[in-house]
């Protein structure tokens, strides 16, 4: 499996913003491509998913409506956008892809969809 690369994070003042890039995960129409975050203390939680054939995604709560997940037109790389930035969203983020499962239509925030991750990129959000 190839291993998927993510860059863009750094440190930012609490409502700021951030961008985030995620490479390296071949085009194949039943993939899914994820972000999850680790902060310390706390358990991996699943940010945001996307279908990249359809082009749907779907957010945790915590995120909905500050963070939009998007794709190149090449299907190549895989963007977070996080805007209106929290103390709360400190974490390290990854990024890991999947494969939907057999019967579905859209793909889980689920890790256990995800076999391939990244090495992850720090976002911290000072307040």
């Known amino acids: 499996q190839v291993q998927p690369v993510e860059s863009g994070g750094g440190s930012v003042q609490a409502g700021g913003s951030l961008r985030l890039s995620c490479t390296g995960s071949?085009?194949?129409?039943?993939?899914?491509m994820a972000w999850f975050r680790h902060a310390p203390g706390k358990g991996r939680e699943g940010v945001a998913v996307?279908?990249?054939?359809?082009?749907?995604?779907l957010y945790a709560d915590s995120v909905k409506g500050r963070f939009t997940m998007s794709q190149d037109n090449s299907g190549n790389t895989v963007y977070l956008q996080m805007s209106s930035l929290k103390f709360e969203d400190t974490a390290m983020y990854y990024c890991?892809?999947?494969?939907?499962?057999?019967?579905?239509?859209?793909?889980?925030?689920?890790?256990?969809?995800?076999?391939?991750w990244g090495q992850g990129t720090q976002v911290t959000v000072s307040s």
């Open positions: 890991a892809t999947g494969r939907l499962p057999a019967g579905s239509v859209v793909c889980p925030l689920d890790e256990t969809t995800f076999p391939s």
């Open positions: 071949p085009y194949n129409y039943r993939r899914c």
């Open positions: 996307m279908y990249t054939a359809a082009n749907t995604v």
